[in-house]
């Protein structure tokens, strides 16, 4: 016999926000496509020290980038037209 659980209306908004939730750390694919760039472009700024990044196990875990961090990288490679 199955039991169905009736959520409460705040209890059902709170499931819809957790699916809404972003994840804050990116790996190398989901970094490109936020930068619109390749997987080797990103690969490149952490090789040149442009782009910080999270290892859980040194050589061995995919790189994580901060959202944040890609975001700082965008402010710093705008350029203006009234330089």
């Known amino acids: 016999m199955t039991t169905m659980l009736a959520l409460t ?14 994840p804050r750390l990116l ?22 020290g442009e782009l910080p990044y999270i290892q859980r196990i040194r050589g061995r875990s995919p790189y994580l980038i901060d959202r944040i961090e890609l ?4 402010e710093r490679s705008k350029t203006s037209a009234l330089k």
């Open 9 to 22: 209306p705040e209890a059902l908004r709170q499931v819809q926000r957790a699916d809404q939730i972003q």
């Open 27 to 48: 790996d190398i694919s989901d970094s490109a496509r936020y930068l619109a760039v390749s997987d080797k472009v990103i690969r490149q700024l952490i090789a040149a």
């Open 71 to 74: 975001d700082k990288w965008i």
